[in-house]
């Protein structure tokens, strides 16, 4: 088997919590990514979840290097890009692209789509085959939108539409990866489907790879592969998609997968939830010994004293000292 | 709360040094030799130039010079030798040739005229640009509304020394609603109608132009904050429109008003120098102003250092009223 | 017993571009204890509807017509034909409001405890150490441990779910008969919100309070619902028993909203059935059924006429209405 497109070792990315003022010290940091290590094949969607707060939207970025990371490294296609500069990673952000939440903020309302879209050509110099215009309009129709709207501007289209438009605008450089950070939660459950489906296609089409972000289990386990479950700045299970939603070994995903309601009412009188008791630890001061330890019903002394770390079990990675 | 304060006087002190020296350094490098200055614009006499030189410390390196300054600031200082000694106590901030008297004690004589100046404005401008913001809001796109929008545009577009002249001539001249400011100011402890009287038209002319911004600001802080989703939550309570208002919205909707008027007020005590002006008050700013015709160095330096000083402090002031005021910003 | 009876529910919206019907001849009911749910796409109506039964829509904005009979502790009322003064009286005490954004909706000068407090006083005439012990034991009713010093804390000092939880804690400080929840866990992560969900079924079932749930998450009404109300374009398209209606969708929106949802229960290489097009613009309504443009099912009764008919809301037996021509008179 060939090399990962991605491969991530040991990553973390710790943010400095400075109080305010001249005469601050450091209080500490918020470890936002402590510790990650996985790969994504050419092709392959991984998953990534969890609940707001564990890092998931922080690996994206550091990955894509809009985030320094503080340690571990990074390498796309082979080559190492952890230390690589700005000007270093100019010419890799044409296959490294990536799709955010809010379809309303990520687009400038003064310019038209067309050249919203046609901006990722001009910032690399390109021009494509048969003109900017005719690229831009090819692009337009690929993810579902009119060609002849390419004169409009952001205010005029729906929600779904403009998620549209951020996806031609990743699609232009014809990137090999995408990072879509929670790129569906915003948009009602009827166009949910259609942006779901229309990055399926893509993917297939182009042979995209994608880091798909997300906070709703239901989505991530649509459209990926594998899937990452993070937990206070650290995967606790990496898994198949099949086997992780059919077979979870770690508590957190188990409860993780049982507070989802399903759209049935008979299934749901039936279903038996894992109500989690407490918040999330601060991230600043994560427990010590397993991360999950302060909610896990299951926690035995290993539990407090040893991080477990990623182990295969059956098919999967599980980081428990007592998997199920 | 007491760490978050004492860091902040701390940087507060450190500011100051820095704003000291920098003006210190200003002054020292312009193409004016003060000592030639101290007699007089057309005096030629180089005996007394270089004995002003000398009496003045002009003589000494820059930094022992700026070391004189700031020990004068703590314990006094003497100017000259011999029989023509001047004892300047502290806080020295220096002696003015020009007007034969230390820097310190012409400040101490401008100052409560200018604070009584400003503190008379703002209480005009904030009970007038409130309650018209409030007004405007809670009417919006009405009657007074719209008159507070005339009004802004007004108090923002005349300039203070038009306004000034424009009150006197009606008010006074014209009208004989109030009687003339006669003679000079007079304190507060002395006479506080005569204080009042005499400080009434200036008030109006700075509040006047403040207020309209004031007006401006409340209006849409109002409105901003009758959108938010606690506005709508105090109001499925059952609360009734007054309390929302006053309770809720003007609660966190004057919040920021607090920061401004503290910068604001800090900007006048720095001296209103059109407003002195127009109506003779021997304010700060007048003293500024006429030092600065007259290249009176130590006077410059000084009222520049004061207004510095009075920024900073009004800046720590209105952090730690914030704090009182939204709990958010209040540091463990 | 009926507690609340809506009847033709309209809310026009004038703006610069014409009338917008937000809210379209909308009629329901419910009984103590029940809970309804409105699900709905965005601007569907499902807010607006509510916000006008609370009496939040300002009444310079909006045009509200129609009835809503509820019966308060006071007796019977008519929720929408008495003036906004005399609603405050039921706000907050016959029936409460809890929002989707629990970081937005509690002031952030004032501690929770003094939200509360100020909740219940408005309501009864009691001293105030009374309204501070019901507010603590309202507090450890929805699960905040060291409720009488956690009275004093500011709402930035909580979490989301925490917040909700005092939200709750804050609209049950007068027993309410009746809970309107605005998409209560939208913003909560899903183990925060499975949390909340149990915790308003578990009140309501302590209350005998009777719940309306606006969300526009099916999983969500699946568990909670008794009876659900879907809503298109202002108007209510399909109602009935959550079991009836998820078993057997009639409404071809129903069918093509239940279809669209990514389930984990189901494999997942399934690709989505997706409904085409995009929610309509409420100041540029197509003719005829709204929903016309984006149906699938036209042919089966003649494109022709849903696209210049407004099919009505009509019975199909068991409890179960829908506005479509298919199947009408079946």
Redesign the interface.
């Known amino acids: 088997m060939s090399s990962p497109l991605i491969q991530v070792t040991d990553l973390h990315k710790f943010f400095p919590l400075a109080?305010?003022?001249?005469?601050s010290r450091v209080k500490g940091d918020n470890k936002a990514v402590n510790g990650l290590s996985f790969t994504i094949n050419e092709g392959e969607t991984l998953g990534l979840v969890g609940?707001?707060g564990c890092g998931k939207s922080t690996v994206g970025r550091t990955i894509l290097k809009l985030y320094e990371p503080t340690s571990g490294s990074i390498t796309f296609e082979g080559e190492d890009i952890t230390k690589y500069s700005n000007s270093k990673m100019k010419p890799l952000r044409t296959k490294m692209q990536m799709i955010f939440q809010d379809p309303y903020s990520s687009l400038n309302p003064r310019h038209t789509i067309g050249s919203i879209i046609a901006a990722s050509y001009e910032i690399q110099d390109i021009t494509p085959d048969g003109g900017v215009k005719k690229a831009v309009q090819e692009l337009m129709e690929r993810v579902g939108l009119n060609p002849e709207h390419y004169n409009r501007y952001p205010h005029e289209f729906?929600?779904?539409?403009r998620q549209r438009i951020g996806i031609a605008r990743a699609l232009a450089m014809k990137p090999k990866f995408i990072v879509c950070d929670e790129p569906v939660s915003a948009l009602?459950?009827?166009?949910?489907?259609?942006v779901?489906?229309l990055l399926?296609d893509l993917r297939d089409d182009f042979g995209l790879s994608y880091l798909f972000i997300a906070?709703?289990?239901?989505?991530v386990?649509?459209i990926?592969d594998r899937v990452a479950v993070m937990y206070l700045g650290k995967i606790v299970e990496l898994a198949p998609?099949?086997s992780l939603?059919k077979e979870p070994h770690h508590p957190y995903t188990k409860?993780?997968?049982?507070?989802?309601?399903?759209?049935?009412?008979?299934?749901?009188e039936k279903?038996e939830?894992i109500?989690?008791t407490g918040?999330?630890p601060n991230p600043a001061n994560p427990p010590s010994g397993c991360v999950f330890n302060t909610r896990c019903w299951k926690a035995k002394e290993a539990c407090f004293t040893t991080e477990p770390t990623l182990l295969q079990v059956g098919s999967s990675q599980v980081a428990c000292h007592f998997p199920e | 709360m007491f760490a978050y304060i004492s860091?902040?006087l701390?940087?507060s002190l450190?500011i100051l040094l820095t704003v000291s020296f920098a003006v210190y350094v200003i002054f020292a490098f312009l193409p004016f030799d003060p000592a030639a200055l101290t007699c007089g614009k057309n005096c030629n006499d180089p005996g007394i130039i270089e004995a002003n030189r000398r009496r003045l410390g002009y003589d000494l390196p820059f930094f022992t010079q700026y070391f004189l300054f700031l020990k004068g600031l703590f314990f006094g200082r003497t100017f000259g030798e011999g029989a023509a000694l001047i004892n300047c106590p502290a806080p020295s901030l220096g002696y003015s040739f020009q007007q034969h008297a230390c820097v310190t004690n012409l400040i101490g004589e401008a100052l409560p005229v200018t604070f009584s100046l400003a503190i008379g404005a703002i209480v005009m401008w904030l009970a007038l640009g409130i309650g018209l913001g409030i007004l405007a809001a809670r009417f919006r796109g009405r009657i007074v509304d719209q008159l507070s929008t005339i009004f802004v545009l007004i108090g923002t577009s005349l300039p203070t020394f038009l306004t000034g002249l424009l009150l006197m001539v009606f008010v006074v001249i014209r009208w004989h609603l109030i009687p003339f400011p006669s003679g000079n100011y007079t304190p507060f402890i002395e006479n506080p109608f005569e204080w009042a009287q005499i400080l009434f038209l200036p008030w109006l002319t700075l509040a006047f132009a403040y207020a309209a911004l004031y007006t401006r600001f409340v209006r849409s802080s109002v409105i901003d904050t009758s959108n938010e989703d606690y506005i709508r939550t105090a109001r499925a309570k059952g609360l009734s429109e007054s309390v929302i208002l006053g309770k809720h919205t003007l609660r966190a909707a004057l919040a920021p008003i607090a920061t401004m008027a503290g910068l604001d007020f800090a900007g006048l005590l720095g001296g209103a120098i059109l407003t002195e002006s127009v109506f003779n008050l021997p304010g700060l700013g007048r003293l500024a102003i006429s030092a600065v015709v007259k290249y009176d160095l130590p006077i410059i330096v000084a009222t520049t250092l004061l207004a510095a000083f009075i920024v900073v402090i009004m800046n720590l002031i209105v952090d730690i009223l914030y704090a009182y005021i939204d709990p958010r910003v209040r540091?463990a | 017993m009926t507690l609340l009876k809506v009847e033709n529910l309209c809310v026009d919206f004038p703006t610069p571009d014409g009338l917008v019907a937000a809210v379209h001849d909308t009629s329901f009911e419910i009984s103590p204890g029940e809970t309804l749910a409105i699900v709905g796409?965005?601007g569907s109506g499902k807010t607006v509807t509510n916000l006008a039964l609370m009496g939040l829509i300002p009444l310079r904005t909006a045009n509200v017509t129609g009835s809503a009979k509820f019966e308060s502790h006071d007796g019977p009322v008519d929720l929408l034909a008495m003036n906004r003064n005399d609603l405050r009286k039921y706000r907050g005490r016959d029936m409460a409001m809890i929002f989707q954004d629990p970081m937005s909706s509690l002031h952030p000068f004032y501690t929770i405890g003094d939200q509360i407090i100020e909740a219940h006083q408005i309501h009864n005439k009691v001293d105030i150490k009374v309204s501070r012990d019901r507010a603590i034991e309202l507090l450890e009713m929805v699960g905040i441990q060291g409720a009488a010093t956690r009275i004093k804390s500011f709402p930035h000092q909580f979490?989301?779910?925490?917040r909700q939880r005092v939200m709750i804690a804050m609209a049950l400080v007068n027993n309410p008969a009746l809970l309107i929840a605005d998409e209560p866990t939208t913003a909560l992560?899903?183990?925060?919100?499975?949390?909340i969900?149990?915790l308003l079924s578990d009140l309501q079932k302590e209350l005998k309070m009777a719940m309306i749930l606006i969300t526009?998450?099916?999983?969500?009404?699946?568990?909670a619902?008794d009876r659900v109300n879907v809503m298109y374009a202002g108007r209510i398209v399909e109602s009935a028993n959550?079991?009836d209606l998820?078993?057997n969708p009639l409404m071809p929106y129903t069918q093509?909203?239940?279809a669209?949802?990514?389930?984990?229960?189901r494999p997942?290489t399934e690709?989505?059935?997706?409904?085409?097009g995009?929610?309509p613009s409420m100041i540029a309504l197509p003719t005829g059924c709204s929903f016309n443009p984006r149906c699938g099912r036209k042919s089966e009764v003649g494109a022709s006429k849903c696209e210049s008919q407004m099919p009505d809301l009509t019975t199909r037996g068991n409890q179960h209405f829908a506005r479509c021509f298919i199947g009408e008179g079946a």
Not at chain 3, 159 to 162: A, Y
Not at chain 3, 189 to 195: C, K, R, S
Request: proline fraction near 6%; avoid cysteine; glycine fraction near 8%.
């Open positions: 109080s305010q003022g001249i005469f609940e707001s729906s929600g779904g539409q009602d459950v009827s166009i949910q489907a259609q779901i489906n399926a906070h709703d289990l239901s989505v386990q649509h990926s998609v099949e939603y409860a993780l997968l049982s507070a989802v309601p399903l759209p049935d009412p008979v299934l749901e279903r939830q109500v989690l918040d999330l | 860091r902040r701390a940087v450190l540091v | 796409e965005s979490s989301g779910g925490m992560d899903v183990t925060v919100q499975a949390q969900m149990k526009h998450d099916m999983g969500v009404v699946a568990g619902a959550v079991r998820y078993a093509g909203l239940l669209s949802v990514p389930r984990m229960d997942h690709r989505l059935s997706a409904i085409p995009q929610p």
